[in-house]
């Protein structure tokens, strides 16, 4: 087998769901990760569809049930706490709505995937790309601090703010699909037993204020939480590197509206974990360039906000694996089947984050509100046949491939 050294750069999901299976299928992979350690913090993710037989292959499926968030749906309140209208986890389904069956914490799947691959799978920690050159004898790599190396194979799986799509394909504004929202999530304490429920506090836009949600989100550990922003917006000049300048955006955004959202904002100044951005799409013609290949986020986040960038991380991870492996390791052949058998699915993922728009979170007037909450309030009377399906179609889009795992020598 030719190109067996494959450099990955992001240890999130998607990074280390590709380690797992190159290295079962005798490929040699290296991540390489910005953190200095593994990331702690982050809000809930889904595996949804597809992606649940994917979890079941790796032998993953108990742990990730251990590490459930136990979240049992999503309720909005009013101003004063009571809840306007529910949505349970068994109106949609085990991969439909906005919570799943298998939900777990961004950090505790990535620990997962970390702990499994460890042993198996050098990863270097602390250190970014700096720049990459390809020709026909592999991938010459350049690190921030470390030596250079060369690989046969670079895959890009480092976020939407990818920095291998950045060398490699251009400036990102040339992919980035502008959804005109914002989402902040940070790890904060509370003191309700919020009894597995996420609560959501809306207001729609009004006295030259845009629509907004101020959401909190049970977490396993006993007296923590995460806390939620979702704004509509014009984008709004600020640095990336800035973490108080995004702090003060949120508080100004947010600053008088009522329920619980003075106590979130006094927290948010003490945040560790407090993740801002912009929400968007990553839409590109191609996910491969000579030797190079994009995954997950990086070369098609659907949204943020979607519920499905995890299904698609680990699906991708399978099929692009599974690929090279049936090559033989020859990316002129493995890139363009994977592509093939991956963009159905997230043309799909896309459309459907598209066509849900953000109204219900950021509604543009009190009726928009209205309306919201009535049709929440009706989803327990439909069939379940029906509700939660364009999710759950979505998610089950691709079928996968049983890829020989070779013997061992």
């Known amino acids: 087998m030719k ?3 494959v450099l990955i750069s992001g240890a999130g999901i998607a990074g280390p769901a590709l380690a797992f299976w190159l290295h079962r299928y005798g490929f040699h992979p290296t991540v390489v990760e910005r953190a200095p350690a593994p990331r702690t913090g982050g809000h809930a993710v889904d595996i949804r569809g597809t992606a649940r037989n994917v979890a079941e292959r790796m032998g993953l499926v108990d ?12 309720a909005f309140v009013d101003a004063a706490g009571r809840r306007v209208a529910t949505m349970g986890t068994e109106v949609f389904g085990d991969s439909g709505g906005p919570v799943a069956e298998m939900s777990l914490l961004r950090t505790d799947l990535a620990r ?4 499994t691959t460890r042993a198996d799978v050098e990863y270097v920690y602390g250190e970014t790309i700096s720049a990459v050159t390809q020709d026909r004898s592999g991938v010459h790599i350049r690190f921030e601090h470390g030596a250079p190396r060369r690989f046969d194979l670079l895959v890009g799986a480092d976020g939407v703010r990818s920095n291998v799509r950045q060398l490699v394909f251009g400036p990102a504004e040339r992919y980035l699909r502008d959804l005109g929202s914002y989402i902040s999530l940070f790890t904060t304490t509370t003191e309700r037993d919020h009894d597995g429920w996420r609560l959501m506090y809306t207001v729609p836009a009004g006295n030259g204020r845009p629509g907004r949600t101020a959401g909190i989100y049970p977490q396993p550990e006993p007296g923590t939480a995460l806390a939620g922003f979702f704004l509509r917006s014009a984008p709004l000049p600020y640095d990336r590197d800035d973490i108080d300048a995004q702090k003060r955006i949120v508080v100004r955004a947010f600053e008088g509206d009522a329920w619980e959202v003075p106590r979130m904002l006094a927290a948010i100044r003490d945040a560790t974990d407090f993740y801002f951005d912009r929400v968007v799409q990553i839409e590109m013609d191609t996910w491969s360039r000579q030797r190079t290949v994009l995954l997950g986020d990086a070369g ?7 519920g499905i960038g ?11 694996a599974g690929e090279l492996a049936a090559a033989g390791g020859d990316h002129t052949v493995a890139y363009p089947t994977y592509e093939a058998k991956m963009r159905r699915f997230v043309d799909r993922a896309q459309e459907f984050a598209r066509s849900a728009g953000d109204g ?10 209205w309306l919201r909450n009535q ?5 327990r009377y439909l069939p379940r046949r029906l509700v939660g399906r364009g999710m759950e179609k979505v998610a089950d889009t691709v079928e996968l491939d049983d890829y020989r795992i070779p013997a061992p020598h």
């Open 375 to 379: 049709a929440v309030r009706t989803l």
């Open 310 to 320: 995890t299904s698609l991380a680990l699906v991708g991870a399978y099929i692009l």
């Open 360 to 369: 219900g979170l950021m509604p543009d007037s009190r009726s928009q509100l």
């Open 300 to 306: 098609y986040c659907a949204s943020p906000m979607s």
């Open 63 to 74: 742990r990730v049930r251990a590490a459930n968030t136990g979240a049992r749906g999503m």
């Open 3 to 5: 190109n067996r050294s």
């Open 112 to 115: 997962i995937l970390y702990d």
